[in-house]
């Protein structure tokens, strides 16, 4: 059973509008959260993180909302750019330190 | 340092052959991690190394598979026997665990083809 979920494989959105990327998970002993940008061939790259003490945590275009009592975090992208088409992934830091990881969602960013 | 290297970058063998990968993480982390990513999936966690010792192995880690890290900075990954559903990518990623809140940085990873 997936502990992370990303419920919509793709997202295309407008050029200077908001990407909303949302991701769900299941285990509420997670205690860090991260989004990673993947593109094709290449490894993830990390793009922002929130410990679970916060509920908000924002870098520049890139801000990362965590609800710990729905289980929820998503991450806003505002302005979208072209460049930021990509796979996102949603990851979550267990017990152990290690990451779990949702299946991504395929954001299109369409000038 | 210019981050996680891994090596190969891509690798077609033939079913039931061996093959090994190589990843050098950055040069101060002292966890590694390899993960294997297959289409619509995203990367599942197969096994890590604090410094040199192994300390978690995914159920995803058949006995065919092997990972060292013999002097806690590179690893390698060994395949015996490969089989078809071994193609993926196999990526490592590498961070400092002294600093607990912290991301892991990904190497480019290796496309393993087994035809």
């Known amino acids: 059973d997936q502990q992370v979920k990303q419920n919509s494989p793709s997202l295309s959105v407008q050029e200077g509008r908001i990407s909303i990327l949302n991701c769900d998970y299941t285990n509420s002993m997670f205690d860090y959260f991260l989004w990673y940008k993947k593109y094709p061939a290449e490894g993830p790259t990390f793009l922002i993180s929130i410990s679970s003490i916060k509920d908000k945590n924002e870098d520049g275009r890139f801000t990362v909302f965590l609800n710990k009592s729905a289980k929820h975090l998503s991450l806003h992208i505002v302005p979208s750019q072209p460049g930021d088409s990509a796979v996102y992934f949603c990851?979550?830091?267990?017990?152990?330190?290690?990451?779990?990881f949702g299946k991504g969602t395929k954001l299109s960013v369409k000038p | 340092d210019t981050g996680v290297s891994q090596d190969p970058r891509h690798k077609i063998t033939k079913r039931g052959q061996n093959v090994t990968f190589r990843c050098d993480p950055i040069?101060?982390?002292?966890?590694l991690y390899w993960y294997r990513q297959t289409l619509g999936q995203g990367p599942e966690f197969l096994t890590y190394?604090?410094?040199?010792?192994?300390?978690?192995k995914s159920r995803l880690l058949s006995d065919r598979f092997s990972a060292e890290r013999p002097k806690g900075s590179f690893s390698t990954l060994e395949i015996q026997r490969t089989e078809q559903g071994d193609s993926a990518m196999y990526l490592c990623?590498?961070?400092?665990?002294?600093?607990?809140?912290?991301?892991?940085?990904f190497g480019q990873g290796t496309r393993l083809t087994v035809v």
């Open positions: 040069s101060e982390h002292n966890r």
């Open positions: 190394f604090q410094n040199e010792a192994q300390l978690e």
């Open positions: 990851a979550a830091r267990d017990s152990q330190g290690n990451l779990i």
């Open positions: 990623a590498s961070s400092l665990e002294e600093v607990r809140n912290t991301e892991a940085f």
